[in-house]
Each structure stands twice: as structure tokens, then as C-alpha cells.
């Protein structure tokens, strides 16, 4: 099924001319995607298969845009798909965009090779003219559904005689070319489905290969590309099994080796019904609006199926290149949870702060997003320095010298982190005394405390710590701990919900605690 690419090195040497063979197994995989729509979660498992197979061997991921499809195509999908390939982590190595020595890489720019296979094929007599109507056509499909068969073609024009064949192409009878299917198909060894076997010609009529309009079909298109650009496997969507049978037969009407094939199981919805473009939540590039990370996105449609030889949440590219194992994929479907997807991306949050170079582009990140959103209301740049933004996401979990995620594990993504609720974080409240004594008549001596303990340091070190200090407090004032808090957030943040007051504190750092209850206490 798959062997080795011979090369031949030659050169001159003192006048002598040597040369030498080599052989080196070359591994190249492609995803072949129709822009007729926008790349989904489906496609973006699949694409991610191909990568992670040939990034494992060394080998090539090829983007192969299949575009014969006209009546159906969108405008802007052909690079929206790159971009989002592009975006999760996994660019092809070649592609229309990025160019290689097997292009083009579009199929409507690769018409005159399909013309010529289609032209061998009907040489050889595996291939004929038909002349049928999509009227004639159209009744043979009512027919059948009426009397509760599938519908097929009845191979009619298979039957037509040399001198019929040249009377009709003499007069310009639109036409198509078909394939003329084998009885008693081989079976092939599939490398996740095993030795699979499908006699098409039992069930099927004899696919078109050429359109009329001089356009191939997905069978004849595919297997061409497939041996003109070497792909050496195919790692496709399983919905394409029963096809392979047609495609051997045409690799083999060809003369042509085909590549080793291995079709991955379905990934369906959670209570098992299938993804649906319609569904609309399913598109990667609605996952990027909503501040998912590339990451977290592959970690989940990975976990959600088989393939590798550990199943944990955290994984990110290196990690799933490393144990990704063909051998392991199993013929039963993905079932994929989407209302995962914030735990997944709290997870890969985590590692990305924790990681000091993936933290430094998220610091980044964070601060060209408040300038955005609160930049007109910032009072003190200080909270755009990178050390107030290190804090504010390397919040220490109680006394362990561990991080935890943004704001202990409350955020899943950096757009939390700019609205209302954390915007204490970033613009200084206006919240007058008068506002703390509505909630609590001793107030002022709660604020003044808080500021005596802050300021005389060591208490803001972690949240376990700073709640047992407050508890204290509150025992010394006679107040009660509920009223505490309340002043306290309100002095803070100017809010009566959102994150702890503990957090609040070690998030904004003792001096600009300080400062805020003292602006609160001012007459």
C-alpha cells in the first residue's frame, strides 16, 4: 500500500560522473476540504489527524482545497479555512497560500489532469460516454423510492454500441463520463476499520467521474490529486469507506499505486446525534470570537475520541504529537461535550500562565485589552505595568506556593476579566463615605482598621491568610463579619457581587487597597 520514494542524486566529480540511489520513506498526508462552507469542529479533528500523523513521521500535511462543487461555493471559505488551520496551531506545510512543488492545490486550477484521466479511462474501456437526461434521471430516482429502493443508475449508456456513442458526440448530445464499476470488489485493510470489504457494483450505478460542465466529481478528483501529489495515506472521515472500494478500482483502472487509508470514526454531539453545520456553534471561528485558545480546542476534540495512549485534559500540540498512535483509534464514534469547553480552556489558561514564555505574550495580551475597553477611564497606569498584571493572573492559592488560574480558577478565558465584575481591577471606584455608613454604621473604623492591618504588611500574602486576619478584625471591632465584607467590596469595587474580597485584596496589592479605603473615608 505504501512504499518508498526512490531517489536518484547525481553529479560530476573530477570529470567522472557518479551516481548514487537513495531511498527515503516520505509520509505525506493531506486535508481536502470543500469551501462550501466554514471550517467546523468535524473538519478541524480531521485536519488535526493528518498533522499530528505527519509531524509524528517527519513527514507533509497538504491543504487541498476541493472546490468543483460551483453551485454551492461560499465566498471567503477558502481562506477562512487556512486562517483557521492557521490560528489552532496546525498551517499546512503546503498549500495554495504557502505554495510546494505539487500544486496547484485547487482543484478547479487542475481541470486539463482530470480531462486526462478521464481520457484514459475511456481509452481503456473503463470509463464510458452517458447520455442520459437529469429528466431521465430524475424518474429513474421517483421510481425507485416509490417502489422502496435506493435509488441507483441503471447503467444504461454502459450498453450503447461504438457507432451509437460517436452517432450522439457528433451531434453534440450533452454528456458525462462514467465509471464502469467491477463485480467481486477486493477487500482492502483499512488502519483503523481492519480488512474491509464492500461490493459496490452490487448496490451503487456507475458513478460519474466527469461532469458535463468539464468539472470532476469528489472520486475521480480525489484520486488523482491523491497520486499526482504522492500522498502516501489518506486519513479521512469514515462516511468515505464505502467509497474507497470505487477508488481502488480506479487507482487500479489507472495503473496507479493507492496510499494506505485510514477512516475516522464520526464525531457527534454528546446525546449522539450528529454535528450540524446549522447547529452554528459548531464553526472554529465562533469558538475564536468567544476567546476560546487554539489549544484547548484540540485537547477537547481529542479527548472527546481515541487515538492516543493516555486521555487527559491539559494536552497541548507537542504533548498530543508525542502520544498520538494510529493503532489506538477505535471504529466507534466521538461523542464530543461542548459544555466542556470552558473547563477545557480554564485548564490551558492555567498552563499558559504558568509557562514564562506563553505568560509574557498573555501579559501582553491582557494589557492592549484594557487599554481597549477601560483605557478612557484608567486613572493610574500603574495597573498597565507587567507587574500588577502578573499579579492580578498569578493569584496564589491559599498557602500553597502553587498558581491557580485568573482569580482562583473563577476565569476560563481573558475576556472575564474585562467586564463588569472585574473591572475593580483596572478603573478606581468613586464610592463616598456615606455610601459605606448606608451599609454599615461603623464603616469608617472597618476602613481605617483594614488599612492599619494592610499597612503594616505581610497580611496580603495569600487568600487563607488575609480571611483569618479579617475574622479577627471583625472580633475586635464588634461588628459583624457579613457587614465587614460588605463595606469592604463596596470600597473596593463599588459592587455587592463578584469575586471574593480576599481576592480582591491580593489581586489590587496592599498599596492600592490603601489607597482606595482612604479615598472612601474623605469627606
Request: with cysteine; hydrophobic share 40%; aromatic share 6%.
Amino acid at each position: 500500500m505504501f512504499g518508498c520514494v526512490l531517489r536518484r542524486v547525481c553529479w560530476k566529480r573530477s570529470g567522472a560522473r557518479r551516481s548514487v540511489c537513495t531511498t527515503q520513506p516520505e509520509v505525506r498526508v493531506r486535508f481536502a476540504p470543500s469551501p462550501t462552507g466554514f471550517l467546523h469542529l468535524g473538519g478541524l479533528r480531521t485536519a488535526l489527524y493528518n498533522a499530528l500523523f505527519a509531524k509524528q513521521r517527519r513527514g507533509a500535511f497538504i491543504l487541498r482545497l476541493e472546490d468543483t462543487d460551483r453551485a454551492r461555493l461560499v465566498p471567503g471559505a477558502a481562506d477562512a479555512i487556512e486562517d483557521m488551520l492557521e490560528w489552532a496551531g496546525i498551517p499546512p506545510d503546503e498549500s495554495s497560500r504557502r505554495g510546494g512543488h505539487y500544486g496547484p492545490y485547487v482543484q478547479s486550477e487542475r481541470l486539463q489532469l482530470y480531462s486526462q484521466a478521464a481520457s484514459s479511462l475511456l481509452h481503456t474501456c473503463h470509463a464510458y460516454y452517458c447520455f442520459c437526461t437529469n429528466q431521465r434521471l430524475e424518474l429513474l430516482k421517483r421510481e425507485a423510492q416509490r417502489s422502496g429502493h435506493v435509488p441507483r443508475y441503471d447503467n444504461r449508456c454502459r450498453h450503447l454500441r461504438p457507432e451509437q456513442v460517436q452517432e450522439k458526440l457528433a451531434l453534440g448530445v450533452p454528456r458525462v463520463v462514467r465509471f464502469r464499476l467491477d463485480s467481486g470488489a477486493e477487500p482492502f485493510q483499512d488502519l483503523v476499520f481492519g480488512w474491509t470489504r464492500h461490493e459496490v457494483a452490487a448496490v451503487e450505478g456507475d458513478p460519474v467521474l466527469l461532469k458535463a460542465d468539464g468539472f470532476p466529481t469528489y472520486h475521480l478528483a480525489s484520486v488523482v490529486d491523491d497520486h499526482h501529489m504522492r500522498i502516501s495515506h489518506v486519513l479521512r472521515g469514515s462516511e468515505w469507506l464505502i467509497s474507497t472500494a470505487k477508488h481502488l478500482q480506479l487507482f487500479r483502472a489507472l495503473g496507479w499505486t493507492p496510499p494506505a487509508y485510514a477512516h475516522l470514526p464520526l464525531l457527534l454531539n454528546r446525546d449522539g446525534s450528529k454535528l450540524s453545520k446549522r447547529q452554528g456553534d459548531i464553526f472554529i471561528q465562533r469558538f475564536r470570537e468567544q476567546d476560546v485558545l487554539p489549544e484547548s480546542l484540540l485537547d477537547l476534540i481529542t479527548h472527546a475520541g481515541s487515538g492516543f495512549n493516555n486521555n487527559r485534559i491539559g494536552r497541548r500540540l507537542d504533548e498530543l504529537i508525542e502520544e498520538f498512535n494510529i493503532s489506538k483509534i477505535t471504529t466507534h464514534s466521538a461523542l464530543l461535550d461542548l459544555d466542556k469547553v470552558h473547563e477545557f480552556n480554564r485548564v490551558h489558561l492555567q498552563r499558559r500562565i504558568e509557562d514564562p514564555h506563553t505568560r509574557v505574550e498573555l501579559m501582553e495580551e491582557l494589557r492592549q485589552r484594557v487599554l481597549h475597553t477601560h483605557g478612557s477611564d484608567i486613572s493610574d497606569h500603574a495597573v498597565l505595568e507587567p507587574h500588577y498584571i502578573q499579579r492580578v493572573l498569578q493569584l496564589r492559592k491559599q498557602l500553597k506556593d502553587v498558581c491557580v488560574c485568573v482569580c482562583q480558577g473563577h476565569i476560563s478565558c481573558l475576556q472575564e476579566l474585562l467586564g463588569h465584575s472585574y473591572s475593580y481591577l483596572w478603573v478606581r471606584p468613586l464610592v463616598s463615605l456615606q455610601q459605606l455608613k448606608d451599609v454599615s454604621a461603623e464603616a469608617a473604623d472597618i476602613a481605617a482598621a483594614v488599612i492599619q492591618l494592610v499597612g503594616a504588611g505581610g497580611s496580603v500574602s495569600s487568600t487563607e491568610r488575609l480571611n483569618r486576619e479579617l475574622k479577627l478584625l471583625t472580633s475586635r471591632l464588634n461588628t459583624t463579619h457579613s457587614s465587614l465584607m460588605r463595606v469592604l467590596r463596596l470600597a473596593l469595587s463599588a459592587q455587592q457581587k463578584g469575586p471574593s474580597v480576599a481576592e480582591m485584596m491580593l489581586s489590587l496589592g496592599e498599596q492600592e487597597v490603601c489607597v482606595r479605603l482612604q479615598r472612601a473615608l474623605e469627606p
